[in-house]
């Protein structure tokens, strides 16, 4: 049997497979790093919704500012991410992969040390950088180290953990603001962090490009910032001023000229971060649309949900988060097991049935009464958008990553995280 140091050079080499199985204690390993680290960076794009009452109350700030602490960490997650992927195909994923745990757990320690929330959101958009290099890597340590027989399986496995993430935020943040303060939201980082990287450096084999080529595209990184944060300005903005006023018209007019000069940017400049030829694929184009949708519709309805429970129905910050946990055990149990259905029928059937289960689910929490009972008016609805959930998360990864080769997963990745980023962040603001 080899060792995983041999296990590790090919993959070094050549960017290719490195053989890896779910069967063996390296491939499980690889894979709970690739998860954990993954998944603190979609904890923390949810985590705060629950803190912000409190983070206002002591910050002294409205509820302007306190949109601003989601919204910049969102806002530099999805622009940055292209360049985080791209990285990672050409200076090693594992190193990429590293870099950004460091870099966010050191971010998340300036947040929960800040003591004004300019000081906060500047340590949550460099939070959204650190998450930006370690989220696309993850995934595409997965696709480019593991077998042919097992890849499915793991990436089905990613993205059920992965994507409960989301899900158990709000209880995990209910559980330490109640127990603490806003501030163990953060320091619980750095911890987790520690052992994803000592996981990293012990299991994981390193995987890049073997031919990368031209220069990182810092031009489109710049538009693809500006473009973003203009349109998500202008839109925070209409809620004091009004979409007539200057203070919205003007933000949102250089966001959109900012985004379309980023679209000619990548098509015409020799190396861009999200070349425009990926979209010639049938497959990745519809499966990004689909990534676009259902994503902003889910972004939403959670954050919104757990508003509603605490604001409305009068839930503790606890039980409202607590009231998500069934998303979290629906994903665990059944995603990976989808993701393998997905392997053997196709994709088309799992991402056409999931995405109408989770609309029946949203419908369900839009009929919410005021005093809503969480057995008879919660919870159905709960298991209903779990279900969805679980049937589409795992075949829609493994469409994006499948529609182009392996030496180019990081790239995918990327663009696959940016395009749900940038949907969830319109959708927040």
Known sequence: ???????????????????????GASGRWVLLACVLGSGIAGID????NIALPDIGRELHVGFASLQWTITAYTLTLAAFILIGGSLG?????????????????????????????????????????GGALMTPASLAIIQASFSDADRTRAIGAWSGLSGTTSAIAPFLGGWLIQAGSWRAVFLINPPLCALVI???????????????????????????????????????AAADHGFGSAAVLLPLGL??????????AERYQPDPMMPVSLFASRQFSAANLVTLLLYAANSGALLLLVVELETVARFSPLKAGTALLPITVIMLLFAARFG??????????????????????????????????????????????????????????????????????GLASGVNNAVARAAGLISIA
């Open 198 to 236: 000592a996981l990293a450096l012990r299991h994981m084999p390193e995987t890049r490009d073997p031919n990368p080529t031209g220069r990182l595209d810092l031009l489109g990184c710049v538009l693809g910032v500006l473009g973003l944060g203009g349109v998500t300005a202008g839109i925070i």
């Open 1 to 23: 049997m080899s060792s995983p140091d041999q296990r590790r050079t090919p993959a070094g080499r050549s960017g290719g497979s490195a053989g890896l199985s779910l069967r």
């Open 340 to 409: 393998a259905l997905a392997q053997r029928i196709g994709p088309r059937i799992p991402m056409t049935v999931g995405p109408l289960v989770s609309a029946t689910g949203l419908l369900l929490l839009a009929e919410l009464p005021a005093r809503a009972n969480y057995l008879t008016n919660v919870l159905p609805a709960v298991l209903v958008l779990g279900c969805g959930l679980a049937i589409f998360v795992a075949p829609l990864t493994s469409t994006v990553l499948g529609a182009v080769p392996a030496a180019h997963a």
């Open 45 to 48: 794009s949810t985590v705060v």
């Open 255 to 264: 966001g959109a000229l900012a985004l379309v000069a980023f679209v000619l």
């Open 89 to 129: 195909d050409r200076l090693g994923r594992r190193r990429i992969f590293i870099v950004g745990i460091v870099w966010f757990a050191a971010a998340s320690l300036l947040c929960a040390l800040a003591s004004t929330a300019g000081l906060l959101i500047a340590a949550r958009a460099l939070q959204g950088i």
